[in-house]
């Protein structure tokens, strides 16, 4: 049968059905006619593997697959709208007030809230005074009347110019910063209730569909908590992370000499040719931070042992090369160990739910041999270490001796360094243990963070295409495999470090744009992996590029750009 003209095909994934719908129908209308059942859903579409708001509007022939808070876009979709809900009941209460959406910390989002004195006292040398529990308490209550309200979150479409001046006169200064300096000719902003705001992804269409939140005080601030991404039913419980919460604040002080908070401030000073400045203070803030840990580790003279530990594309490997330069200007020797060479034989590896031969097990490791030459090591024994035939999976001997020296300290660096049973058996006050990650702290703006795990895929990316000849389409696959690993294997041990290192440089999505884009613009459309492609291009046209010959030989981001003077 001739399709209407006035009509078009819509086909839905989640249940193969295909339906003919009105030009200019939006997806929330779609779905009601498709017969899909979601529990908490859905928030947002997979449009042509396009990842798309309910508010989009078809006007060709679509494939669609709803997608609800247990995916990673959805949940994405669900915190940015409760971000918005947040921000909104804050401008409610308090007129004279300032949000900070700023880093996602012990299972949820730490917001920074400014709430000035009144009549703009200044009490101790501060226009802001203390959080109290009294106003957590308030901020919760407004946010569940705005919920229960059910209010529509309207979408717009204006021109960017005009987007700048009303965020102008809303004294929302870092949204004007951020898209002053894009370029772009139009602007997507949301409304609740009269309230704009920007996002730089979609929201869900109403607040009624904002289910389950949680928000606490938390040190000087709030704790924002939003549903678990493996049970959407419940909070995720709070962990206590003060280390990592500290090296977030670390690297708040960083940004402040440098006036560098968020991507607008990032690209004002790459348009004004300040970045040469910028990269050399960034690397020498971060050098300083590594020779501080390298002297810690000299001053405690019982310390025989450093672990190194980090989830993917942390800069693991350069992190200990160069923590092993600062050591021998300290007087004390490194000596590298590699957990890989300690893998059990194939056939023994553990396996996971699929079958397949799980190398990210704690147990993936012969655990018994790596106890007894570490233990006969720091009593001054000398030792074959093994060598392990990855084409064979099997261990073998390397004819490698080696006996540790009085000023000698062993390096070992692997994933799984900080896990106490690693090392269970070795006399834990020799041990000296650094986690090591890149924890992004500039912002888009005052609203929208920068996911950590978002630059961490981007070097990823480009070193395993430039390394291991890994496509993005590959690398994109099987980054969620890699973030399972993380969370069970890395994560839950990060509190045990002695020390933190922040591996992301505020200037360093600027760097690896250029590295990176080409690679997600060749995965293919038709793929799974094209949404998360698209999405990751689509932020990266937010930063205006650096070139990569400024980057200096000695930098951790030549691990994944090339060009570095350590060899690997």
């Known amino acids: 049968m001739e399709q209407n003209l006035k009509t078009l095909k819509l086909f839905c994934k989640n249940n193969n059905k295909q339906i003919e719908v009105p030009i200019g129908t939006t997806l929330e209308e779609a779905y ?5 059942e979601m529990k908490h859903g859905p928030v947002c579409a997979r449009v042509n593997n396009k990842v798309e708001g309910m508010h989009f509007r078809l006007y060709k022939q679509k494939t669609v697959e709803f997608l609800d808070v247990s995916s990673s876009s959805g949940l994405r979709a669900y915190t940015r709208s409760l ?9 409610d209460l308090y007129e ?3 949000v900070c959406i700023d880093i996602p910390v012990s299972n949820g989002y730490y917001v920074d ?10 009490i101790n040398g501060s226009h802001n005074r203390p ?14 009347q705005i919920i229960a309200a059910a209010i529509p979150i309207h979408r717009h479409e ?18 004007v910063r951020l898209l002053s300096s894009t370029g772009q000719l139009y602007t997507t902003y949301y409304d609740i209730d009269g309230y704009n705001d920007y996002y730089y992804g979609s929201l869900l269409t109403n607040t009624a569909q904002l289910y389950l939140f949680g928000l606490e005080k938390y040190f000087d601030g709030l704790l924002l908590r939003i549903p678990s991404a493996t049970n959407p039913d419940v909070l995720p419980p709070v962990t206590q992370q003060d280390k990592m919460f500290g090296i977030f604040r670390e690297h708040h002080n960083w940004q402040k000499i440098l006036g560098m908070r968020t991507i607008g401030d990032l690209n004002e000073a790459i348009a004004a040719g300040r970045t040469n400045l910028l990269i050399q203070v960034s690397e020498a803030l971060q050098e300083k931070k590594i020779a501080k840990i390298a002297e810690d580790v000299a001053t405690r003279k019982n310390i025989r042992m450093v672990l190194i530990a980090g989830p993917s594309s942390s800069g693991k490997t350069t992190t200990c090369k160069r923590l092993s330069v600062q050591l021998l200007t ?12 300690y893998f059990v034989d194939r056939e023994h590896t553990p396996r996971d739910e699929k079958g397949d031969y799980d190398f990210e097990h704690l147990h993936a490791l012969n655990l018994e041999l790596l106890n007894e030459q570490m233990n006969a090591l720091l009593r001054g024994d000398e030792v074959e270490l093994p060598r392990y035939n990855f084409q064979m999976g099997r261990s073998e001997r390397s004819g490698k001796r080696l006996r540790l020296a ?24 020799q041990i000296y243990r650094v986690y090591a990650s890149a924890l992004t702290t500039i912002l888009l703006d005052s609203h929208n963070y920068v996911p950590t795990t978002d630059n961490r895929l981007l070097r990823r990316i480009i070193r395993d295409h430039k390394y291991r000849g890994v496509s993005a389409q590959e690398t994109i696959r099987r980054w969620p495999s890699v973030r399972a690993g993380e969370n069970k294997w890395i994560f839950p041990y990060q509190e045990n470090a002695d020390a933190m290192f922040n591996s992301a440089m505020l200037f360093e999505l600027a760097v690896i744009k250029r590295q990176a884009e080409p690679l997600l613009e060749a995965v293919p459309e038709d793929s799974d992996e094209y949404s998360e492609a698209y999405r990751l291009r689509k932020f990266l046209r937010y930063i205006r590029p650096i070139p990569e010959k400024q980057i200096p030989p000695t930098s951790l981001l030549r691990e994944f750009l090339g060009g570095s003077s350590f060899e690997y």
């Open 330 to 341: 300290n007087g004390v020797k490194p000596v590298d160990i590699s957990l890989d060479d």
């Open 406 to 429: 009085p000023d000698e300290v062993l390096v070992v660096e692997g994933i799984h360094a900080l896990n106490p049973e690693l090392m269970s058996q070795v006399p834990q006050d």
């Open 96 to 98: 004279d007030s300032k």
């Open 158 to 175: 204006t021109s960017t110019k005009e987007a700048i001046e009303m965020f102008r006169k809303a004294g929302a200064n870092s949204k």
């Open 83 to 91: 971000f918005f809900v947040l921000c909104k009941a804050v401008h």
């Open 32 to 36: 009601g006619q498709l017969g899909v």
């Open 131 to 144: 959080i109290t529990i009294a106003d957590v308490d308030a901020i919760r209550q407004r946010m569940e």
């Open 113 to 122: 809230l400014h709430i000035r004195y009144p009549n703009r006292e200044v």
